[in-house]
């Protein structure tokens, strides 16, 4: 067994001699196979290119989240969030004797949030000037329907996401009077004839908040727009209450736009999807950001190298690490568990996710690293590599990485790069290799 283990050692040192050492300097033998010619070896110094890029726009309708709020980011400036959607009924239909009392716009949170929610929010509440209708199948961060430039009202508020299951916002009297008698009196009996006097609202941060974004559900029971009114009674008052909701039957009803101003930012160069923005030029960093369309992409330029070693060869495991600085997440902007995986062509364009034995791959956290307070990503993309290796023309694809509710967060992600003196992006490949 020790001549073998010496012959191995001497085969490394003769490789290393034949090889660019900058491609694959150095092979750590792992386990010999005694009843045959395999052997296994690790390697861990393949090139590892990390960029950043933006998404020209990114899907944010057909989800169930509401997002409000702006605050001021380290990386990507002031990121602001606002929602526009549609209120409607399967049932227009009001007691004759029924009296308005009050109105007031029910907003359910469903426990998200991120950055400060101990400071002030301000949300404005704005009447549409237009119908939430799609054009194309879908609404983007960066659509935008035409509202009125006065709020219907503002209120000013501390959000309390976990600990209180609604925020309730008055609106003036007059307002819900106009829609309340048109029920009462039939001429308003459906969404088309509510879509004359009322097209729905956009919820709108503060200009000048710097807090949080919080997280509304838009499910029936949760969000929508409620009517207080009494039906007289010889002795006490009826009380009863008449709901407007967020429904979806006929397509998309509400979509959040959500932007961040990174004027002054080493991003502000990525005006167009197509442009990539190396670590190794945004202080060796690489971005991800949901919501806004920020995504890191990841390559593997001298991956075809493996091919330089001797004998018939097969990768058994190929893990991609990856990790963020720890200064850059907090309780206040904390960072997801997992990253989802696709593969991406020269054009930055998503061409479908990653997938191994019929499951959708994902990056996940080590759990033991995690005990002793450092993240890092570990990604199995040995399905991956297997493909880049039996690419036939040379193709300058690559794979993305972003949080799984890309489209309905403002979740933000830092990467170390692949120059960086901390923890720089790694490749590690377990590779069997039969010597005939």
Aim: proline share 5%; aromatic share 12%; charged share 25%.
């Amino acid at each position: 067994m020790r001549s073998i283990f010496w012959a191995i050692l001497l085969f490394v040192f003769v490789l290393a001699c034949s090889t660019d050492t900058s491609d694959i300097p150095t092979l750590e033998v792992g386990q010999d196979f005694a009843d045959s010619n395999v052997r296994l070896v690790s390697i861990d110094t393949f090139t590892v290119e990390v960029s950043t890029f933006r998404f020209d726009s990114i899907i944010t309708s057909g989800t169930d989240r509401v997002l409000v709020g702006q605050y001021q980011d380290s990386f990507f400036g002031k990121v602001r969030s606002s929602s526009f959607f549609e209120l409607s009924t399967s049932d227009y239909n009001l007691p004759d004797d029924a009296e308005l009392d009050s109105i007031g716009l029910v907003l359910g949170y469903n426990t998200y949030f991120y950055n400060d929610t101990l400071a002030l929010s301000e949300i404005n509440v704005h009447l549409l000037n237009d119908e939430v209708r799609i054009r194309d199948d879908f609404f983007y961060n960066t659509s935008t329907i035409a509202f009125d430039s006065i709020p219907l009202q503002t209120i000013t508020f501390t959000p309390e996401p976990i600990d209180e299951d609604s925020l309730y916002i008055p609106l003036p009297f007059d307002f819900g009077e106009v829609i309340f008698d048109g029920i009462l009196d039939n001429t308003i009996n459906s969404t088309e004839d509510l879509r004359e006097i009322f097209e729905g609202f956009t919820i709108q941060p503060g200009r000048d908040d710097n807090s949080s974004v919080i997280g509304f559900s838009s499910n029936l029971e949760s969000t929508y727009l409620r009517f207080f009114y009494r039906i007289p009674d010889e002795f006490d008052d009826v009380e009863e209450t008449f709901d407007l909701f967020i429904q979806e039957f006929e397509g998309p009803k509400v979509f959040n736009n959500i932007q961040s101003d990174i004027s002054g930012t080493v991003l502000d160069t990525l005006t167009d999807q197509e442009i990539n923005l190396p670590s190794t030029r945004s202080n060796n960093r690489s971005f991800i950001q949901s919501g806004t369309g920020y995504a890191t992409r990841i390559q593997f330029p001298t991956i075809k190298k493996l091919f330089d070693i001797p004998g018939t060869g097969t990768i058994l495991n190929a893990t991609l690490q990856i990790k963020p600085p720890p200064n850059t997440y907090d309780d206040n902007v904390p960072i997801r568990d997992s990253l989802s995986i696709n593969l991406i062509d020269q054009n930055n364009v998503i061409t479908e996710q990653l997938f191994f034995g019929g499951q959708p791959v994902f990056g996940i956290i080590d759990r033991e690293r995690r005990e002793f307070d450092e993240l890092v990503y570990e990604i199995p993309i040995g399905v991956y590599i297997d493909r880049e290796l039996n690419e036939t023309n040379i193709v300058d694809d690559a794979f993305v990485v972003f949080p799984p509710d890309y489209g309905q967060s403002v979740d933000r992600i830092v990467i170390e790069g692949e120059k960086s003196e901390e923890f720089s992006a790694t490749l590690i490949l377990t590779y069997a290799i039969y010597e005939e």
